[in-house]
């Protein structure tokens, strides 16, 4: 078996479609057909199930698969550690990310990383704290950006982030240098899902309140941003997630603070590829001096 037929399985599991696998690869659909028969006549058995929809693993194919895996991760880091020592730094990076560290921090990072580092690849997966704690563990991702607490997995401070009251503009609490839970919690709130939603709901209950009766709930930062401008109800969000266009609303610090913690989370900090290594170097740097106002 060959190292091109191993990166044919995994991106035909991937993708299931002959013709995306080639033109991911760089080889021909009739390549990418050749070598899934080699490897199949090689072990004696049928990897993949093929019918209109597209191609999809046998369930001996999906235990072999895992291995494929495995050994395709080894050696990436291989080439990766010669590139190291070599002085030329190349190899991938998978990152998964909280939508408000998405917009506010991994632009920054990133266009930093293309500078000094072209060689390195890097994919970003946007999603919720608990899709980016099932990413990292599943192996989908290399590194999250997420808030602690976060079971089984190692981690890297970051920064403190904390909750802000958003109002519309002409609220009559609008002209407050600072908001508490029980002010806001006769208004209606337009909550935001994930950690941030979970975090403001626990601050509630733990001050033996309750959010206004008619709450909403959005997915996407921006729609609650435009919720609020709209005059729909107020908001509670951390500081990385509120828009730097305060036009139609304003932002107000919760008091006492409510407060969540970033972090960089892995399974094992010390097996991370050299180029993961190098993302995590970056990301500390780039933190410095900034987000500072967010505590």
Known sequence: MTIIQLRVLLELKDLGNFTEVGDRLGITQSAVSHALASFEKEVGLAMFNRDRRGVFPTEAGNRILDHV???LVRVDRIQEEVSLLSGLKIGKI??????S??????PGIIGTMRQKFPGIEISVFEGTDQEVHDWILSDTVDLGILTAPCDRLEIIPLLTDRMFGILP?????????????DQLSSEPIIRSLGSCGMLVASG?????????????????ISTVSAMVRSGAGSAILPGLAVPKD???IRVIPIEPPLLR??????????S????????????????????????
């Open 272 to 295: 991370l590829s050299p180029a993961a290594r190098v993302f995590v170097d970056q990301t500390r740097e780039w933190l410095k001096g900034r987000f500072d106002d967010l505590t």
């Open 261 to 270: 913690e970033i972090v960089l989370g892995a399974q094992k900090l010390s």
């Open 204 to 220: 509630f209950s733990n001050a033996g309140l309750s959010p206004g009766k008619k709450t909403i709930e959005a997915r996407n």
């Open 169 to 181: 503009e002409g609220h009559p609490l609008a002209d407050r240098n600072s908001l508490t839970l």
């Open 246 to 248: 305060h036009t139609g």
């Open 69 to 71: 895996r495995e050994i």
């Open 101 to 106: 560290a998405a917009i506010r921090m991994m």
């Open 94 to 99: 998978r990152i998964g990310t909280l939508q």
